[in-house]
């Protein structure tokens, strides 16, 4: 028997065990099930928190009135505040310019005019409070992926730009981070002034038109960074595509990022589109370095591919060959030095230690023998005036100690 055709006896009885979304998609499909079941539908919006706030930003966003007042009044305990005068870098702060709307209901409640205006009035510029956390209503949306709402409330006029986590990240941030591809799209995309200008005006808060692509989290990172840490391919295309600068830095670029997380799409598309491979970070350390360091050699061999240099140095003077060597990598040493007439393989960092001096301290006794075959210098002193067979010494590594005896030292 088809749905329509069961009698309401059986219909509520399932309309009962539904979850809330699977309950609005049956009440879509037609009219007498809209007029049967409606009820239930609020009754989900009222007795469960994430539906109360979804009807709540989603009412006061087109105006609604009625259910407006039927969240505040029948739901689950909610605490609202003005975006206007709430301050997310000092959330403890009460200075303000404007009382605050703060709304508070736990279980039915009478709820006034002035609160359902207020609520109305401010709509897409609501906050709300979760015990420790505060978010804004498009905050919220993203976070409980209502991509409808979310949708909504952009078009609305609601602010891309509040910061509201630790580390000081817009909506975009966290979109390229976690590779939603659709919501980043909304926030680049430009939206047209609505009848919210005059609101956005009288309140102060009148936003650009898209997501600003180059705002800096806490830490110095665009959302350009974290696509490319996280190695979402499409999104650091979609923002590159926007505009977002390919090189920009406080700490790392993207190419960083992308380089020591070992996202190969990533460096790749990175290196295709223009990045420098060649920029340090904070540490002096060029991608190639970080790469060598964490023994990535695929991504080292796409690194040097597209110009890399291997002779820059860290702020320590290490080359990537003294990283190789201290690491004791066989295959990354080799593959250093097969640049050639680039290589000075008795390079000195500001020690004064040379690659070989480090593969011996460490014991690693195949990189020191590839050193030697390659034509390092054995009797090499560093600033201490110590040679390689000194350090083997010294640091007890006597099967090195004994094979720099026995080539020469």
């Given at each position: 028997m088809a749905l329509l055709d069961l009698p309401n006896e059986l219909l509520l009885p399932i309309a009962k065990e539904l979850h809330?979304?699977?309950?609005?998609?049956?009440?879509?499909?037609?009219?007498?099930?809209?007029?049967?079941?409606m009820s239930d539908l609020h009754k989900s919006a009222v007795t469960n928190k994430k539906c109360?706030?979804?009807?709540?930003?989603?009412?006061?966003?087109?105006?609604?009135?009625?259910?407006?007042?039927?969240?505040?009044?029948?739901?689950?305990?909610?605490?609202?505040?003005?975006?206007?005068?709430?301050?997310?870098?000092?959330?403890?702060?009460?200075?303000?310019?404007?009382?605050?709307?703060?709304?508070?209901?736990?279980?039915?409640?009478?709820?006034?005019?002035?609160?359902?205006?207020?609520?109305?009035?401010?709509?897409?510029?609501?906050?709300?409070?979760?015990?420790?956390?505060?978010?804004?209503c498009l905050h919220w949306a993203f976070e409980n992926k209502q991509k409808a709402l979310f949708r909504l409330l952009l078009d609305r006029g609601a602010s891309?730009?509040?910061?509201?986590?630790?580390?000081?990240?817009?909506?975009?941030?966290?979109?390229?981070r976690e590779g939603d591809e659709v919501s980043a799209k909304l926030l680049l995309r430009e939206r047209c002034r609505t009848d919210t200008h005059a609101q956005l005006l009288q309140f102060g808060t009148l936003q650009s038109?898209?997501?600003?692509?180059?705002?800096?989290?806490?830490?110095?990172?665009?959302?350009?960074?974290?696509?490319?840490?996280?190695?979402?391919?499409?999104?650091?295309?979609?923002?590159?595509?926007?505009?977002?600068?390919?090189?920009?830095?406080?700490?790392?670029?993207?190419l960083h990022l992308a380089a020591k997380h070992e996202q190969e799409a990533v460096v790749a598309l990175l290196l295709k589109r223009g990045a420098d491979p060649n920029l340090k970070d904070a540490c002096g350390m060029t991608p190639l370095h970080l790469v060598v360091l964490y023994r990535f050699k695929a991504?080292?061999?796409?690194?040097?591919?597209?110009?890399?240099?291997?002779?820059?140095?860290?702020?320590?003077?290490?080359?990537?060959?003294?990283?190789?060597?201290?690491?004791?990598?066989?295959?990354?040493?080799?593959?250093?030095?097969?640049?050639?007439?680039?290589?000075?393989?008795?390079?000195?960092?500001?020690?004064?230690?040379?690659?070989?001096?480090?593969?011996?301290?460490?014991?690693?006794?195949?990189?020191?023998?590839?050193l030697l075959?390659?034509?390092a210098d054995i009797q090499n002193k560093n600033r201490d005036g110590k040679t390689a067979v000194y350090l083997a010494s010294l640091w007890s590594n006597k099967s090195v100690e004994e094979f720099l005896w026995n080539n020469g030292a």
């Open positions: 809330p979304s699977d309950l609005r998609a049956l009440v879509l499909t037609n009219r007498r099930l809209a007029n049967l079941l109360a706030l979804a009807a709540l930003f989603w009412a006061a966003a087109v105006g609604r009135e009625a259910m407006v007042r039927l969240v505040l009044e029948k739901g689950p305990k909610i605490v609202i505040d003005d975006i206007c005068t709430y301050d997310f870098a000092n959330p403890h702060s009460t200075t303000g310019t404007s009382k605050k709307l703060n709304v508070m209901f736990e279980g039915p409640s009478k709820c006034s005019d002035d609160v359902v205006k207020q609520v109305l009035k401010k709509g897409v510029f609501l906050v709300v409070t979760e015990g420790r956390r505060t978010w804004t891309t730009e509040v910061l509201v986590n630790a580390s000081q990240q817009t909506i975009l941030h966290m979109a390229a038109q898209r997501a600003d692509i180059g705002r800096l989290d806490l830490l110095g990172y665009t959302p350009l960074h974290l696509a490319a840490e996280a190695g979402k391919v499409k999104l650091v295309e979609l923002l590159l595509d926007n505009g977002a600068r390919i090189d920009s830095q406080i700490h790392d670029t993207a991504v080292a061999e796409m690194l040097l591919l597209n110009g890399a240099d291997i002779t820059t140095r860290d702020r320590h003077g290490a080359t990537v060959l003294h990283v190789a060597a201290e690491n004791g990598d066989e295959a990354l040493t080799k593959l250093l030095l097969r640049e050639g007439s680039h290589v000075n393989i008795d390079v000195k960092n500001h020690s004064g230690n040379t690659p070989l001096h480090l593969a011996a301290k460490y014991g690693h006794e195949a990189v020191v023998a590839i075959k390659e034509g």
